[in-house]
């Protein structure tokens, strides 16, 4: 069975900084690309980030490029989300994805998702 567990989110003021971490098990992390979406109340599920199965490539909402980072360490079965200079209109309950087709996770059809960890940005 196929986990993503989410954490690191939180309560921070704008301007600060926040790491998010996600935890797979119950697959073969580096054969899955990894994302992280989000979703504001009352707005869709929106993409931020991807990374592909080795890291080699990430991909980035315009909203976000500069500020946040995706990476992933395939010995520990993590991917993060460093987010940098955070605004208020970040807060968004952050979701991790992982599908072993990148193109499904680019375009916010991925096979996996995780529970979700709320990020909450004060001005």
């Known amino acids: 069975q196929v986990q993503l567990v989410e954490s690191g989110g939180g309560l921070v003021q704008a301007g600060d900084s926040l790491r998010l971490s996600c935890a797979a098990s119950?697959?073969?992390?580096?054969?899955?690309?990894m994302g992280w979406f989000r979703q504001a109340p009352g707005k869709e599920r929106e993409f931020v980030a991807a990374?592909?199965?080795?890291?080699?490539?990430?991909y980035y909402a315009d909203p976000v490029k500069g500020r946040f980072t995706i990476s992933r360490d395939n010995a520990k079965n993590l991917v993060y989300l460093q987010m940098n200079s955070v605004k208020p209109e970040d807060t968004a309950v952050y979701y991790c994805?992982?599908?072993?087709?990148?193109?499904?996770?680019?375009?916010?059809?991925?096979?996996?998702w995780g529970q979700g960890t709320q990020v909450a940005v004060s001005s």
């Open positions: 994805a992982a599908d072993s087709t990148f193109s499904r996770l680019r375009v916010g059809v991925p096979a996996y």
């Open positions: 990374i592909t199965q080795r890291g080699l490539s990430t």
């Open positions: 119950g697959l073969t992390f580096s054969s899955y690309g």
